[in-house]
């Protein structure tokens, strides 16, 4: 069964994992898209487990999202 993560821990996985800042202060569960501050300090939106299986850390102009063929 997969770990429920509370904000803290997450907070704390960005922070260590990351050079983007976490805005977000509630977490809902899995489905729910947290606010995030990328390092260039564009505002952007991922869902944490995108976020942290998909290792996208940053915001679509420093990290483009791969096309999908």
Do not use: A, H
């Not at 069964?1 to 803290?8: L, V």
């Not at 983007?20 to 300090?41: A, V």
């Not at 991922?46 to 990290?63: P, V």
Request: proline share 3%; net charge positive.
């Amino acid at each position: 069964m997969n770990k429920r993560w509370t904000i803290g821990e997450i907070k704390e996985f960005v922070e260590n994992n990351s050079e983007s800042q976490l805005l977000t202060t509630e977490y809902q569960g899995f489905s729910q898209k947290l606010q995030f501050k990328c390092s260039c300090g564009s505002n952007f939106e991922k869902t944490f487990t995108k976020f942290k299986n998909n290792n996208q850390r940053k915001c679509d102009l420093c990290e483009p999202p791969k096309e999908s063929r």
